[in-house]
């Protein structure tokens, strides 16, 4: 269906390379949402049944990133071809020389940081509206474009494990299953989180609670669950500085949610760490889409 | 044993992360052959026996790489940990800022495009010595350095692939297979190995003859013999232009020198391509290194 629909979306094949009997590819296209012409890749299995849904999983990556990082380093597609699961990649902020970036072009606010809210504060809040890109516009997009399956799983690194976490605790009906790497599970209270809170969301804290991992498994965990799976590296520089995983897995414990939460000594924040353990995320992911 | 001899080399770590439960490392030391500090990167698989020597692979990466591409990229970690493979990744020409470049710094000529050869012209031959670099001084410090068997299986991409092969028929008592993706096998006769021969060995063909596999092979081929694996896209944009693969085929089928070459359809020269064939190179070279 790629290419018929270019018009409607303005989607734009970038590049196209055969990997593991599948497809690599990247796409550009406006948004809407953002304001700004963005770039996102995915990996198409091998298709066995052109009128089979694919099962598709979403991934978030994390400060710093691109769409390509993914893609590039972390082995995904040999296991995503095997189970025939379509891997969407999309990038970390809106991007463009109109779009703001910090003040000093710092690597945790701005552009490549958009943490997967969305912006109310000045001078932000007119392109950084990544929680709606990802929730809304690049899902429609992807349905348009590609078959695929209703529900989709969900799943990131650090910044992006905050994403894919806070996306599916807030949509539980729209993902079957989320997991994360080394995920900011509680920003509001650590230097990452509150500094892009107070640029994208202003001052009043009771307004970063919908972008917490933490608040919102209190709010939502105990009527709804997903499955949830996050591996966390002992020798994570970012550990217990930048809260991650750790405090999500004491809410769960508390609450009595359900949630695998594994730790790797030795292990630390880096795409060798990813790379280590994407196929058993892809395994986990692969039970639920395809129960569907 | 790495640290203890560090006065000695040089050697020093610059990082180590945890990779499919062995560590992925990168090293600088001094290089007396190339009169410049050198990086290479290593990964070093989950050791069950301190006591056995290591088999080990060098892979030697393609025009425009460092020691970090394929280890970031080819997804090699996996099948390596599972065999007990050292992985050897050195950099692909001298480094620094007194090291000569090509005037209008282009890609294919100078940093990052040493081709493996000793070069004989100004300004390259008092640092652009890569093939005694990777026959002789990298094997000697890493044998120096950690436990390895005495013969080591080679690989590389492209101009690493090139590489490899040259080096592997020239010195097939030192290594135990050789293997590669998109060779360039014939540079004599092609423009990427005209301009590099033209420039660090000088016009005298004679002169390109030690570094062009295909001659090697008609040299060497009826005499001795190593094992050959050669993966090649047939969607690779340099396949016919710069003399991919296909010409030592031809040789090797004349000469009834047995390696096994295979092409596949709609891969192309990327690293989409080599990360989707690395584990059966890995794999062969598994059965020639256990051999020892």
Same mark, same amino acid.
């Given at each position: 269906?790629?290419?018929?629909?270019?018009?409607?979306?303005?989607?734009?094949?970038?590049?196209?390379?055969?990997?593991?009997?599948?497809?690599?590819?990247?796409?550009?296209?406006?948004?809407?949402?953002?304001?700004?012409?963005?770039?996102?890749?995915? %990996?198409?299995?091998?298709?066995?049944?052109?009128?089979?849904?694919?099962?598709?999983?979403?991934?978030?990556?994390?400060?710093?990133?691109?769409?390509?990082?993914?893609?590039?380093?972390?082995?995904?597609?040999?296991?995503?071809?095997?189970?025939?699961?379509?891997?969407?990649?999309?990038?970390?902020?809106?991007?463009?020389?109109?779009?703001?970036?910090?003040?000093?072009?710092?690597?945790?606010?701005?552009?490549?940081?958009?943490?997967?809210?969305?912006?109310?504060?000045?001078?932000?809040?007119?392109?950084?509206?990544?929680?709606?890109?990802?929730?809304?516009?690049?899902?429609?997009?992807?349905?348009?474009?590609?078959?695929?399956?209703?529900?989709?799983?969900?799943?990131?690194?650090?910044?992006?494990?905050?994403?894919?976490?806070?996306?599916?605790?807030?949509?539980?009906?729209?993902?079957?299953?989320?997991?994360?790497?080394?995920?900011?599970?509680?920003?509001?209270?650590?230097?990452?989180?509150?500094?892009?809170?107070?640029?994208?969301?202003?001052?009043?804290?009771?307004?970063?609670?919908?972008?917490?991992?933490?608040?919102?498994?209190?709010?939502?965990?105990? %009527?709804?669950?997903?499955?949830?799976?996050?591996?966390?590296?002992?020798?994570?520089?970012?550990?217990?500085?930048?809260?991650?995983?750790?405090?999500?897995?004491?809410?769960?414990?508390?609450?009595?949610?359900?949630?695998?939460?594994?730790? $790797?000594?030795?292990?630390? $924040?880096?795409?060798?760490?990813?790379?280590? %353990?994407?196929?058993?995320?892809?395994?986990? $992911?692969?039970? $639920?889409?395809?129960?569907?």
């Amino acid at each position: 269906m790629v290419g018929t629909a270019a018009e409607t979306t303005g989607l734009a094949e970038l590049s196209a390379n055969k990997c593991f009997g599948g497809w690599q590819k990247r796409y550009s296209h406006k948004s809407n949402v953002l304001k700004c012409d963005m770039q996102f890749s995915v %990996f198409i299995p091998p298709i066995s049944d052109p009128n089979e849904k694919l099962p598709a999983l979403y991934w978030l990556s994390g400060l710093t990133c691109t769409d390509e990082n993914f893609s590039a380093k972390a082995g995904a597609q040999r296991v995503a071809a095997e189970l025939g699961i379509m891997l969407i990649m999309p990038d970390t902020s809106p991007r463009g020389d109109h779009i703001p970036d910090a003040a000093d072009a710092a690597y945790d606010l701005g552009l490549g940081a958009g943490f997967y809210v969305n912006a109310t504060q000045e001078p932000w809040h007119n392109h950084y509206q990544m929680y709606d890109y990802i929730v809304e516009e690049l899902p429609a997009l992807i349905k348009k474009e590609f078959r695929v399956k209703e529900k989709a799983a969900i799943a990131g690194h650090s910044m992006g494990g905050h994403g894919a976490l806070t996306i599916a605790l807030s949509n539980m009906k729209q993902y079957c299953s989320v997991s994360a790497f080394a995920p900011i599970v509680n920003p509001s209270d650590c230097q990452w989180g509150q500094k892009a809170f107070n640029n994208y969301l202003g001052e009043n804290q009771k307004d970063w609670e919908a972008y917490d991992s933490c608040m919102l498994m209190r709010q939502q965990g105990k %009527f709804l669950h997903i499955p949830m799976l996050v591996d966390q590296g002992l020798d994570d520089n970012f550990f217990h500085t930048q809260k991650l995983t750790k405090p999500l897995e004491e809410v769960a414990l508390e609450l009595g949610y359900e949630a695998e939460f594994r730790y $790797h000594a030795g292990y630390d $924040h880096s795409y060798f760490f990813i790379a280590s %353990f994407i196929e058993s995320h892809l395994r986990f $992911h692969a039970e $639920h889409l395809l129960k569907q």
